[in-house]
């Protein structure tokens, strides 16, 4: 006891290593949210310009449909609408999510319900390499193959928001299968067995035990899904056809916040308006990103699985 | 505590016939349960008495709960799981291939360890198997969660707030609630696996009273939790060791005069 009452005071080595190894990671973390902080400010500081340098009314930015930056209509406003590509963004990230949820949940079910065994060995690692293909390379199929698709299917160049659609979809695939197969396997045995025991069938028991219980990880999986679609840029770019028009179908070329951000970034210079409103589409997406990552913090407050 | 090696012969056995005046309800012949290569289950032939309970004892391991999950198929579900045999119920083989395993599961309910409600309301955690069942009358559904509730005592405790989550209640009326839900069905034997062992003792004694006033419409098969639950509250007693039944009779009969050294040791605490 003496011995140990001596030594409690002193600093040890271990004691060291302890605060050495706090102050690691608290300068980590700070780091991060630093840099978080840091570029938060930064888009937002430059796409706030659009409005208070260049006078550009925040009515005209989101409602105007004209996007001819550089240039200004007939009473001096510039063409800064930035409607065409809000609406090009919003649909494709809708409709691929649309499309992606009934295979993705029915993937899921496949491989935790029906045959875990196959979802295991066949399924898992079909999606780990999907996860794995770079933008580029789907963009580059896109081109190749879904876009003449659609100018078979339908006519036109193809280009335009069907085949955004149809890219994103098979991209945001993996993401919303693997978050949906997590899940379903969140749902706890005993559901299940409950439903068994009263003489309930498979089929029962997954749509009405499984999937209600997983309700709010798959919605999680699905905004996931929405978000991975509302920031991919380069594949989008490569088959929407990237006119900065309001698309008046699917068929037609339109554009996204992503894909009229990279077209264009290269080619202005840092503090004109041509610059400073690609700052505000940045701004969009930066806070779009920021709803979509509130609205599964929500979900998954609300609905976490008790008992 | 010092840990006595087991000398115990459990080669004997002695299983009872049920009396004269008792009638079966469902039986089991020759069951083998396997696992993969391992067989849980040697061969048990029991036949468990209608309007009774009968209690499943034995030291843990001994496969009380998979003997008893085999009675309703729900191994059927285990991966790997394999079941032969005979199950009598009815004058039918239940472990029969052709068998509509949903329509026994219907007759043979079942409550589990960790009472699993649903987390939905009171009201649709008993209604949900029935409207599965294709009953969608509301009056029927009404009648049919009230009675349930009734049967398993917890109608008084529930009634003004049958549309709250069932997650609220607490341990011992959420299992009750298990049991009011497998009663709706109607079912004709009920089997428990260890229903009160994550029960504090008084929703135990809430649960137990409940089981005792269950007997008179329904035929009970329970795992219970220790051995004096069993000798409280069953009628019949099967002492399962490794897979086999060493001794079946009535419970009276099995706590103070057990007909073979196996089960004095085990009931007597000497091992287990």
Not at chain 1, 202 to 218: D, E, F, K, N, S
Not at chain 2, 179 to 194: C, G, Q, T, Y
């Amino acid at each position: 006891m003496e011995q140990i009452k001596d030594t409690q005071p002193t600093r040890s080595t271990k004691r060291n290593q302890e605060r050495f190894g706090k102050t690691i990671s608290l300068i980590a973390t700070l780091l991060i949210v630093l840099v978080v902080l840091s570029i938060l400010f930064f888009v937002l500081s430059r796409g706030l310009r659009t409005f208070t340098q260049h006078d550009v009314s925040v009515l005209d930015f989101f409602a105007g449909t004209e996007w001819r930056p550089g240039e200004t209509d007939d009473a001096g406003n510039a063409l800064v609408g930035a409607l065409p590509m809000i609406v090009g963004s919003f649909v494709v990230t809708l409709l691929s999510a649309l499309l992606a949820t009934p295979v993705s949940i029915g993937a899921a079910v496949f491989m935790t319900e029906v045959s875990p065994k196959a979802g295991k060995k066949i399924l898992q690692p079909a999606i780990e390499l999907l996860v794995g293909i770079p933008s580029v390379v789907y963009g580059f199929i896109g081109l190749t193959v879904v876009v003449p698709f659609v100018r078979q299917l339908v006519g036109g160049t193809g280009f335009g928001m069907l085949a955004g659609t149809l890219v994103l979809f098979v991209m945001i695939l993996p993401t919303t299968t693997s978050m949906a197969v997590d899940a379903l396997n969140a749902v706890p045995r005993h559901y299940r067995e409950a439903s068994f025991a009263m003489g309930g069938t498979r089929w029962q028991t997954i749509y009405r035990v499984v999937l209600r219980a997983a309700m709010p990880g798959l919605l999680t999986a699905i905004v996931f899904g929405m978000a991975r679609a509302f920031g991919e840029a380069l594949a989008v770019q490569m088959v929407i056809g990237n006119a900065p028009v309001l698309p008046d179908s699917f068929t037609t070329p339109a554009s996204t916040l992503t894909s009229i951000l990279t077209m264009n970034m290269g080619n202005t210079v840092f503090g004109t308006l041509e610059n400073d409103v690609l700052w505000s589409l940045a701004s969009i997406l930066l806070v779009m990103s920021l709803v979509f990552n509130i609205v599964t913090r929500w979900i998954g407050k609300k609905g976490a699985i008790k008992g | 505590m010092a840990v006595r090696p087991i000398e115990t012969d459990v080669t004997k056995t002695s299983i009872k016939k049920l009396p004269e005046n008792l009638t079966g309800v469902i039986s089991t012949e020759d069951l083998h349960v396997y696992y993969g290569d391992f067989e849980a289950i040697k061969g048990v032939s029991l036949e468990f008495p209608k309007n009774q309970i009968t209690a499943l004892i034995g030291p843990s391991g001994s496969a009380k709960s998979t003997y008893l999950r085999s009675l309703n198929r729900m191994n059927d579900e285990i991966k790997g799981a394999k079941v032969t045999g005979k199950i009598l119920y009815k004058g039918r083989d239940i472990n029969a291939s052709d068998v509509d395993v949903y329509s026994v599961r219907k007759q043979i309910g079942m409550v589990f360890q960790r009472p699993n409600p649903f987390s939905k309301s009171i009201y649709e955690n008993i209604a949900f198997a029935l409207k599965r069942h294709g009953i969608k009358d509301k009056n029927v559904l009404d009648e049919a969660v009230e009675t349930s509730l009734k049967q398993a005592a917890l109608w008084d405790q529930v009634k003004d707030r049958l549309h709250e989550s069932a997650i609220g209640m607490s341990g011992g009326q959420q299992q009750r609630l298990c049991i009011a839900r497998a009663i709706a069905l109607k079912p004709d034997v009920l089997l428990l696996d260890e229903p009160a062992s994550a029960l504090d003792p008084i929703s135990t004694a809430q649960v137990e009273e409940t089981l005792l006033e269950l007997k008179e419409n329904y035929s009970i098969v329970i795992v219970p939790h220790n051995m004096q639950q069993a000798s409280r509250i069953s009628d019949y007693t099967a002492f399962f060791h490794l897979g086999n039944v060493l001794e079946y009779d009535e419970t009276r009969t099995v706590f103070t005069r057990p007909a073979i050294q196996a089960t004095e040791d085990y009931v007597s605490g000497h091992y287990g």
